[in-house]
């Protein structure tokens, strides 16, 4: 699975920003799928994954923020960012499984992105 992340920028705290993941070379019906972020000097972390059957799993920092979403008639898995703060300052990597389940467990996750940049300004 190919994954390319976009839909990263610069936003105002509070504000919002859609990200989007598409994926080549596999139905991301198949897969589970998941963002993470990183921020600098600091590990990359779990915010959100999504499993076969649409059932969703998110970091507690971003619960009732953010929305995790799969499109499989467009191979597409997206995350809505609602009322952002600085501490989202980060690249946003999205991710695919082939695990049976998995949610927040990095090596379970064989397929990366290479990220998109998110800035939220005071």
């Known amino acids: 699975v190919q994954l390319q992340a976009s839909g990263g920028g610069l936003v105002q705290a509070g504000g919002s920003l859609r990200l989007s993941c598409a994926a080549s070379g596999r139905a991301i019906s198949m897969v589970i799928m998941a963002w993470f972020r990183q921020a600098p000097g600091k590990e990359r972390e779990f915010v959100a994954s999504?499993?076969?059957?649409?059932?969703?799993y998110y970091a507690d920092f971003v619960k009732a923020r953010f929305i995790i979403s799969r499109h499989n008639a467009n191979n597409t898995a997206i995350l809505e960012m609602n009322s952002l703060k600085l501490e989202d300052t980060a690249v946003y990597l999205c991710?695919?499984?082939?695990?049976?389940?998995?949610?927040?467990?990095?090596?379970?996750?064989?397929?990366w992105g290479q990220g998109t940049q998110v800035t939220v300004s005071s």
């Open positions: 999504i499993s076969r059957s649409g059932g969703t």
């Open positions: 991710a695919a499984s082939g695990w049976a389940s998995v949610t927040y467990y990095q090596a379970g996750y064989s397929y």
